[in-house]
């Protein structure tokens, strides 16, 4: 049962090297972003990249199901910080996502480290956009309880 449907649209003119383009999504929250090929390949410059964006809906997917993951054993997170990185890679025939990494910090009382990067994995597990990409896309979670 479909219980949600999030939208984004792009324009794009010109070729792939040279051209340029932009994003928005459909709430209008982050505003419409200009993308280009080198924002994938160099430095972004103001703009932004889909692997970006891809790294900013993870990060927040797998904050939130590290949060649930955390409830369900007992422990109410005071805070998590994820950080994702997403690598995008020449390979031959082109190009792809190859890998991201979930770098996450977080404060939960009651809990030990160990106990933390057990749940971390887990939340990996749960998490809907780790399991969109799974399969095809390497993921890698740090975890580091902080103090």
Not at 19 to 27: L, N, R
Not at 101 to 130: I, N, W
């Amino acid at each position: 049962m479909i219980k949600a449907e999030s939208r984004a649209e792009a324009t794009w003119e010109g070729n792939l090297f040279q051209g340029h383009g932009s994003v928005q999504v459909g709430s209008g929250v982050i505003g419409t972003q200009p993308i280009s090929w080198a924002t994938r390949t160099e430095r972004s410059k103001g703009k932004t990249s889909p692997e970006e964006l891809i790294a900013a809906a993870h990060a927040g997917c797998y904050a939130m199901a590290f949060s649930n993951t955390l409830a369900s054993a007992g422990h109410t997170a005071e805070r998590l910080t994820v950080n994702a990185t997403c690598t995008f890679e020449q390979i031959e025939g082109g190009f792809k996502i190859g890998s991201i990494t979930l770098d996450v910090r977080g404060k939960v009382p009651g809990l030990d480290a160990a106990g933390f990067a057990q749940a971390a994995q887990t939340a990996e597990q749960g998490c809907p956009v780790s399991n969109a990409l799974r399969n095809n896309v390497a993921i890698h979670v740090n975890a580091h309880l902080e103090d």
